[in-house]
């Protein structure tokens, strides 16, 4: 059974699927541009615009997506590049490049292969600033080699619209031998530095033990005057009180002579009293140790006077 579809019908179904052709063709070309990213479109071959982030409807069959450029900061790890310091020696070294893609046109049509020109820039570059340097000043001056490619790759990648942020030398690698002769350098200066420490801490140590030998000699020479002092001040205290003791002595020895004196001379003492304390004067005179004795005349009244004494001590 056949089914018989008039020109009208055949008409519309046409004009049908035209309308979903071109809205097909329509959906197929609205393009939503990520953020961080950036869309280059060509026009009939030849570089038209650069959409960025958002919602872009291109013309189809005349415009076209050339390339999707990422705006992120890109990390490129280079593998390591033989170098030649000043001083001949061979060494490999692997470098990072970080960079940015600041304008999508100038990445897309600058030049062919941007990552390997970046690459071969930047080993010519390292081998340029290595073969200036010797390699000791090679191994202590990384930050500098670093600064130096950076601006060098920046300058130079500029045209490209690429922006290099940082240069960091991963690893540097001399030759087996070297290594070991550095290894044993660096034992002897630490076995030199570590003599150098002990020496001087010898040293320190005998001036600190001489220092304190001297301040103990001061201290006890100080002390030992201070005690000389201390007791020539106490004997001298000891003398002046014994002197005053002495001298106090004789005053009152003297004064009790000379109350005795008065007390005897108020008593009115007779003449056998005053006869009897010249015996006791002569007796004292005559005690074996005088060379000359002298009589006194009244002597042959002796007899008297013994005799006075004894009524004067009955009384």
């Known amino acids: 059974m056949f089914i018989t579809l008039s020109a009208a019908s055949v008409g519309l179904i046409a004009i049908i699927a035209v309308i979903a052709i071109i809205i097909l063709l329509v959906i197929a070309n609205i393009k939503i541009v990520p953020q ?13 615009a650069t ?7 291109k013309i189809p069959f005349i415009e076209k997506v050339a390339k999707v450029v990422s705006l992120k900061e890109q990390v490129v790890d280079f593998p390591p590049q033989p170098v030649i310091t000043k001083d001949n020696v061979t060494m490999q070294i692997d470098t990072v490049v970080f960079f940015q893609i600041t304008d999508p046109k100038l990445f897309c049509y600058g030049v062919e292969y941007p990552i390997s020109a970046i690459e071969n820039l930047t080993a010519t570059t390292l ?7 010797e390699l000791d000043h090679t191994l202590t001056s990384r930050d500098t080699i670093n600064a130096k490619i950076r601006g060098i790759l920046d300058e130079a990648t500029d045209p490209w619209g690429i922006k290099v942020n940082r240069v960091e ?47 103990a000699q001061i201290l006890e020479a100080e002390a030992n005057k201070q005690a000389a002092i201390l007791h020539a001040e ?23 002579q000379a109350e005795g004196i008065r007390m005897i001379n108020e008593a009115s003492p007779s003449k056998e009293y005053i ?33 006075s004494v004894k009524e004067f001590l009955k009384d």
């Open 275 to 307: 006869s009897l304390k010249g015996m006791e004067a002569f007796e004292k005179a005559a005690d074996g140790k005088a060379t000359k004795i002298i009589v006194p005349s009244d002597l042959q009244n002796l007899a008297g006077v013994t005799g």
């Open 36 to 48: 961080s990213k950036a869309y280059v479109i060509e026009r009939l071959g030849a570089y038209f």
């Open 234 to 256: 106490a004997v001298k205290e000891s003398k002046m009180r014994e002197a005053e003791g002495e001298a106090n002595a004789i005053i009152a020895i003297q004064k009790a």
């Open 51 to 57: 959409w960025d982030t958002g919602l872009h409807v």
């Open 127 to 133: 081998r340029n600033i290595i073969g200036e340097l």
């Open 169 to 215: 030398l991963k690893n540097i690698l001399p030759p087996r031998e070297i290594q070991d002769a550095m290894e044993k350098q660096m034992k002897a200066e630490r076995e030199r530095r570590e003599s150098i420490l002990r020496a001087e801490g010898e040293k320190a140590s005998a001036v600190l033990v001489a220092e304190g030998k001297k301040e």
